[in-house]
């Protein structure tokens, strides 16, 4: 917990002193309310008292709850922003890591649990902060004042205080035995009714296709139930604290006046005018004294769940970064356009056999490189090697010369128009998904949108729509076609102008047509710029400069169509899967 508390700014820690400033100042004056109380009790007990002196004494008690209002509503304002500003900086913080994180770091915490720690989580903190800030000061200060003005007074009296403050610890330690161990499922399956909730919604049209509707709602039950069940507990067994509190103070008050009254009896005139007037006194800071163990127990439900929170969200923090940044700059590549594997080896950080084995090819500036292969060979990953989703286990991959891992990351994919397997859409305008995350977005006018959108053979489909290249896209693209996205996601590669392109499986769901025109236009206005492409239509690579075959993640064929057909049984394989013998020689 206190790890993350390195969040705090010099003028947060200002805030806080001004807060314990405030609280001192405020526990002060409302321990000056029983005093007048007393005194208020003696002079109406006395012979002779003026009623002036009564009236004199009420105003020093409003004065003194006026003050202790202005502290209390200062303290609130400053708390408040005080945790705003923390839980808005362990937010920021988060989100860049998250970002930060490979591929399969991310996997290790799931997507849904990601997005949990980085709201429900914080807020847990924000609450502590905010709430606890004043009862974790406020409540000790409180407490021990308040029992060192009634120490001395009646040894009786204190003895009932005692035993009315020993109760209530007994009682609020029995209950966070039961209750902490909670926390940390809560929060874990809070994590589980977002991912069944998220899952649910990303893949609503297929669930209702198959009529899975009932299946689905069966497995959020059961993951919502286990959360509520939980939740219920907790509540449960905080709710008995009120009550057991409102017993301990109501028995405090009468054990306070019925020992009173017993001693009184015993005493004369003047004794009893002071010892009633104690019993006013007792009463009064007894009640503070419960309300400060009232103020710690909320500390109690709040702390418990803020530390497995901070537990996770420092799991997140902590998480070591696979993929470091380098030190080289596009000013250190000794060639230009160039994509070079040297035997290079690849497999999952959780897997116990390589994927990759042994590749290596290079490809100059301005050239085609196919990749094609069954499904699960490793092409897709392959690919995915050079912006450094992953980093190749054996071997080295080269970019203009140098290492892709030497290369600081801005640096590297800013070589690189990446368009991925899954074509992603952000919510926005067709505008800004094209001039996504590009160095040079003022650069990118409209123009120069359009032009890439008629490399993409995108444009006719996008002027068509309301408002033309700032019509609206939803979120993820649900929008638009499969075919629409895929195309979007070219068109934004190609307004970056990028020295390589990198194409995942981008044309699977286009037609044959559009397939064809596309890479024409691509071949035309991409012609200085090396192209990687990874596909499973022949006709995507048959007029590659290079095709790369793979079969079980190893390198099985290298060379043009024609040189394939002849030497490589598994690309021949696959091209005769798709087109006739007769297509084939004639192509």
């Not at 980085?118 to 000790?140: C, F, S, Y």
């Not at 209750?179 to 297929?206: A, C, Y």
């Not at 390589?354 to 690919?383: C, D, H, P, Q, R």
Request: aromatic share 10%; with cysteine.
């Amino acid at each position: 917990m206190l790890r993350l508390f390195k969040n705090f700014k010099k003028k947060d820690f200002i805030y806080v002193l001004i807060c314990i400033i405030l609280m001192v100042f405020q526990v002060w004056i409302e321990l000056r309310l029983p005093e007048y109380m007393s005194k208020i009790t003696m002079l109406i007990e006395t012979d002779g008292s003026s009623f002036n002196e009564i009236i004199h004494q009420g105003i020093f008690m409003l004065i003194c709850a006026f003050g202790s209002m202005v502290s209390a509503m200062t303290i609130g304002y400053f708390a408040s922003r005080l945790s705003a500003n923390f839980s808005l900086r362990l937010r920021e913080s988060l989100f860049k890591k998250v970002q930060k994180l490979c591929t399969a770091e991310i996997k290790q915490f799931s997507t849904s649990s990601l997005i949990t720690r980085t709201t429900n989580d914080v807020t847990q903190i924000e609450m502590l902060i905010a709430m606890g800030l004043q009862a974790m000061i406020k409540a000790p200060i409180m407490a021990v004042w308040a029992i060192s003005k009634i120490v001395n007074k009646s040894t009786n009296l204190s003895l009932i205080v005692g035993a009315g403050v020993l109760v209530l610890l007994t009682i609020i330690i029995i209950i966070m035995v039961r209750v902490v161990p909670k926390f940390s499922k809560i929060q874990k399956f809070t994590d589980s009714v977002n991912s069944v909730t998220r899952e649910n919604l990303m893949g609503i049209r297929v669930i209702r296709a198959f009529n899975a509707e009932k299946f689905q709602s069966d497995r959020f039950e059961s993951v919502n139930n286990d959360l509520t069940k939980t939740s219920l507990f907790i509540q449960k067994t905080f709710a008995l604290m009120s009550p057991f509190m409102n017993l301990i103070m109501h028995f405090l008050t009468l054990g306070i006046y019925f020992v009173g009254a017993y001693l009184i009896n015993s005493l004369g005139m003047v004794g009893k005018v002071n010892l009633f007037s104690n019993m006013v006194v007792f009463s009064s800071y007894g009640m503070q004294v419960i309300m400060s163990f009232l103020m710690l127990t909320l500390i109690f439900m709040i702390l418990p769940r803020a530390q497995v929170s901070a537990k996770r969200i420092n799991e997140v923090m902590d998480a070591d970064i696979s993929i470091k940044d380098g030190k080289f700059g596009l000013s250190k590549r000794v060639e230009n356009g160039t994509v070079e594997f040297r035997d290079v080896s690849f497999k999952y950080p959780d897997a116990d056999e390589y994927l990759l084995k042994n590749i290596s090819f290079k490809v100059n500036k301005g050239e085609t490189i196919a990749f094609i292969g069954s499904t699960g060979s490793g092409k897709s990953t392959l690919v995915n090697l050079i912006p450094r989703f992953y980093d190749v286990t054996d071997g080295s991959i080269l970019v203009d010369g140098v290492d892709v891992r030497n290369y600081k990351l801005d640096a590297l994919h800013n070589l690189i128009g990446y368009v991925s397997q899954k074509a992603v859409m952000f919510t926005g305008t067709v505008a800004s998904n094209i001039r996504f995350g590009t160095n040079n977005a003022a650069e990118i006018n409209d123009e120069k949108i359009k032009d890439a959108l008629k490399v993409s053979e995108a444009f006719d489909f996008v002027s068509l729509m309301e408002y033309g290249i700032d019509a609206h896209i939803a979120r993820g693209g649900t929008n638009v076609s499969g075919g629409q996205k895929q195309r979007l996601s070219i068109a934004r590669a190609v307004a970056r102008n990028p020295e390589i392109y990198i194409f995942d499986d981008t044309f699977s769901a286009l037609d044959y047509k559009t397939d064809l025109k596309l890479r024409q236009n691509l071949k035309k206005y991409t012609k200085d710029a090396t192209i990687l492409v990874v596909a499973q239509r022949i006709g995507t690579v048959l007029n590659a400069d290079k095709i790369v075959v793979l079969d079980n993640g190893e390198c099985v064929g290298m060379g043009t169509h024609k040189e394939l057909l002849k030497s490589c049984e598994v690309y021949r394989q696959i091209a005769l899967s798709q087109v006739s013998k007769e297509e084939l020689e004639n192509a």
